[in-house]
């Protein structure tokens, strides 16, 4: 079974919509294994998006993602990652397909609601970013 990253980023929380995205990602399939509310320093926010560091909007993505309380979560499915990109829709909700959870409530590129992780590479990394193993539950038991 496959595991991503996803923040349900400050606007989402902000805006109300955390209920409805959750049971957005419930209902196509992911099962939640890690689930935790914190507010992101501009330091551990830009840590997070290092890889941007050297982008124009890198400064206003700090900003924008220690604007308040986000909520980041471990997703498991078959073909996680892949499938969550799919669920979140394009970057710029402009372009992203109907149905997309930011085609239905993102407001821009730079506010979209969500992150959800790229690769296998950056789930496993971005998943150790913000959960210790014993965070992770095992829906076995
Ligand atoms: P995320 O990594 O958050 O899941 P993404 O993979 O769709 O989003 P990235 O290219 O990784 O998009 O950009 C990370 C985030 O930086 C975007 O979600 C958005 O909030 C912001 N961003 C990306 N491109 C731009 C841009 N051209 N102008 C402003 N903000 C941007
Ligand atoms: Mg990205």
Aim: proline share 4%; glycine share 8%.
């Amino acid at each position: 079974m496959e595991r991503t990253l996803a923040i349900l980023k400050p606007d989402c929380v902000r805006k109300n919509l955390t209920g409805k995205v959750l049971q957005h990602i419930i209902d196509a399939g992911f099962k939640i294994v890690g689930m935790k509310m914190i507010s992101l320093t501009p330091d551990t926010a830009g840590g997070f998006y290092d890889v941007h560091r050297e982008r124009h909007f890198f400064t206003d993505l700090v900003v924008y993602m220690s604007s308040g309380p986000c909520i980041p979560l471990i997703l498991e499915k078959e073909n996680a990652i892949a499938d969550l990109r799919t669920l979140m829709g394009a970057t710029d909700p402009r372009e992203a397909e109907e149905g997309t959870l930011r085609k239905l409530y993102a407001e821009s590129k730079e506010q979209n609601i969500i992150h959800g992780s790229d690769s296998p590479e950056s789930a496993d990394k971005e998943i150790s970013y913000f959960f210790s193993g014993r965070e992770i539950v095992s829906l076995t038991r």
